[in-house]
């Protein structure tokens, strides 16, 4: 920081960054705004911007419209922001957490154990007691169980070290994979066309019950993980400088876990399994902004809804049919991901 020479000057710095930060925080806001009416125009049934304004304000009479806008359109963009939010909210706290850039929610394993869930429900009926929400509740509950079983794997006498809890998050995610697998094969080809969509994520079937159904536990999941920028900034530097400042690494370990499992469940429960995205946004904002998570975690929720919904987009209006979006983000995600395994982890972590 060139120029400081005295605390005066830091102070004048702190409130410029502070300035800055704020200003990139309402821009990406504004962005997401302005794009959600945006996109709310975009579809196979034409509808004007004016419009959009005017069915929403009362002044434009169209039965049509507005059944394809208000039940159609804003209960998916708002499941598509979300779940772009929870997702890119909880790749930032893994990735800060266990010091791995290539860390993302699913990790530890949690999207798989959400997605062999929701299969056992489609497939063999399992979560009947839950009716008509026995997909996306299996696959909540799965995201539970998952952390629970990863958590006690790594478990030893000494603690759990980050390394061990992200080893064992990828041998669960693996097996998860390898039963969804296995069940794919057994069951006959209707119920496996429905496990194999559902496994590629989409919002094709998102409406108010599903905003309804994931709204409180991701907004729980990024709440927590809000609430704790300032212990996330101080790991950062490493765990034991983080616990000489007061951080008990043990117990935000466990908050960022169930934070992450209330969000990823809560997104996987509506959209089903939808990669890179928790890989690609925190990336992003960590090389535009820095590395300060009061910053980072509140442009990765308006960075994270943005982004879905310009996926979701493409994805249902770029192609003669309307293609999963979590195609669409495997397609941009895993050239990305290749850059970051490749790139100095120094250049992106500031």
Not at 28 to 34: G, N, V, Y
Not at 65 to 70: H, N, Q, S, T
Not at 238 to 249: R, Y
Not at 292 to 317: E, R
Request: proline share 3%; glycine share 12%.
């Amino acid at each position: 920081m060139e120029g400081i020479e005295s605390l005066e000057d830091m102070r004048r710095y702190q409130r410029g960054a502070g300035r800055r930060a704020a200003t990139t925080v309402a821009a990406s806001a504004a962005f997401l705004a302005a794009l959600f009416f945006v996109t709310l125009t975009i579809g196979n049934y034409g509808i004007s911007l004016g419009d959009v304004f005017g069915i929403l304000l009362g002044s434009v009479r169209d039965d049509t419209a507005e059944y394809v806008l208000k039940d159609v359109r804003i209960p998916r963009l708002l499941c598509a922001v979300i779940v772009g939010s929870a997702l890119s909210t909880s790749g930032l706290a893994m990735q800060s957490m266990f010091k791995n850039p290539m860390a993302s929610p699913s990790v530890l394993g949690i999207s798989s154990g959400a997605a062999f869930g929701a299969s056992l429900a489609l497939a063999f009926g399992a979560g009947s007691f839950l009716g008509s929400f026995a997909v996306p509740g299996m696959a909540f509950i799965f995201c539970f169980l998952t952390m629970g079983a990863v958590y006690l794997i790594a478990h030893t006498k000494y603690g759990v070290a980050s390394v061990t809890l992200l080893l064992a998050g990828i041998a669960m995610g693996a097996f998860f994979g390898g039963l969804t697998s296995l069940m794919q094969y057994m069951v006959r080809d209707d119920v496996l066309a429905s496990i194999v969509y559902w496994t590629m994520g989409s919002f094709n079937n998102c409406g108010w019950t599903s905003f309804k159904l994931a709204i409180l536990p991701i907004a729980a999941g990024i709440a927590i993980m809000m609430l704790s920028v300032r212990e996330l900034n101080l790991i950062s530097s490493g765990e034991d400088q983080a616990s000489n400042m007061g951080v008990n690494v043990k117990r935000l370990r466990i908050m960022m876990i169930v934070a992450a499992s209330l969000s990823v469940g809560g997104s996987v429960a509506i959209s089903g399994v939808i990669g890179f995205v928790g890989l690609i946004v925190p990336h992003i904002f960590r090389m535009i902004a820095g590395p300060n998570h009061a910053v980072l975690m509140p442009l990765c929720v308006f960075g994270g809804g943005a982004f879905m919904l310009l996926m979701d987009t493409v994805a249902k209006s770029a192609f003669e049919m309307i293609l999963p979006v979590g195609v669409l983000t495997s397609l941009v995600g895993a050239p990305f991901f290749i850059y970051v395994m490749r790139a100095r982890k120094k250049e992106l972590w500031g």
